[in-house]
Every structure is written in C-alpha cells, then in structure tokens.
C-alpha cells in the first residue's frame, strides 16, 4: 500500500511512502486486539478502592437481643452486615488489576489495529516538522490544512519532540506519542492516524527487530 506524503500546509509532495504489508496489510485477529485492550485498561485502574467488613467498623459487641424466642432470625452485634451501618460482606479490597500478555500477542495486536486503519484510509503521511517554541494556534492550523481539526487525531512522531507535544496538550481530541510508544487502545481510539514521514521507517524498523 502507498501513500502520497503531505506537506503541512495540506499539499501533496511528490514522494510516496510505501507501507509495509506485513504491518499495515494482514488479516486483523479481534481476539489478539480484545486482549491488549483488555489489559491496558486494566493496568490504568488504581485498585485503592477499599470497605470495611464486620472487624473494621465501629460499633459495640454486645449482642443484640436473645437468641431465641423472638420469632426473628438470630442476630450478633450491631456491626452485623445485616444491619445499616454495619461491615460490607465480600466488598471490595486494594489489589491490582494487571496481568500479563505476551509480547509476540501484543505485537500481533497493534499490527492488527495498524491494518484497520490502513483498509479504513485513515492513514495520513505528513512531512516531519518542527516548532521552534511551542504554539498551538501553529499545530491548529496544520490540523485545518489537513482537515483533521475535527477529528480525534494519534500524531506519531519518530522521537520525542517537547515543543510539539506542548503545542497539542491543549486540544482535547488531538494525542502526540512516539512511535515507540504507540498501542492498540490509542491507535484504534483515534479516527485517524497521522503519521510524521520519519516515524513510518522507524515503525518498520522496530518490527523487523522481531
């Protein structure tokens, strides 16, 4: 699959980058994608959430009242989980949610993502750029050349840039990642993928490592 490289002011250029089939081009597995999903919402969870049982409330420990002869059931003390203000049966505890994926699974999902994308053409080649100070009204108006300015947008670049990603944290429907960093949840959250010319070789280059 090839795709014509686009300047920032919304023009074609005359080059082509071709993308790579055995990244953007295989028949996607959803249960691979399901999986990565699956635990990269898991591992955002905090798992603080914490109630008290029957020990942990306050409360007196006499018993109530007899424990037959009253026609109701037999009950303890007042932090009984029976009763208002008494413990939490089976609730919740701290603990953490992550588990473990292995990396050929992962790899296999983001390259799944990457190839929905591809057959959805929500793929956009754009020629790496810079800031010289971070400017957001400058990465709004490359966004408006690329008619993506109402788009949710994942901006790929091939390494760490502090002025671009300055100049898009304030736009709510725009995320800058490195090619690096790049998963499933984020590639399959965003309309379109807009990769800098640059972060498509290193792509290529990160997956041939496997």
Known sequence: MELTVYNISGNKTERIVAL???IFGLEPNDHAIYLDVKQYLANQRQGTHCSK?????SGSTRKLKRQKGTGGARAGDIKNPLFVGGGRMFG???RDYRFKLNKKLKRLARKSALSYKARENNILVVEDFTFDTPKTKMFVGILKNLNLQD???????CESNKNVYLSSRNLQRVKVVNVS?????????????MFLEGSVKELEQIYSAF
């Open 20 to 22: 790579n089939e055995e």
């Open 151 to 157: 788009k949710k947008t994942l901006v790929v670049l």
């Open 92 to 94: 919740p505890k701290p």
């Open 181 to 193: 960093d790049l998963n499933t949840y984020d590639i399959l959250n965003a309309n379109n993928l």
């Open 53 to 57: 049982g029957r020990s942990e409330v």
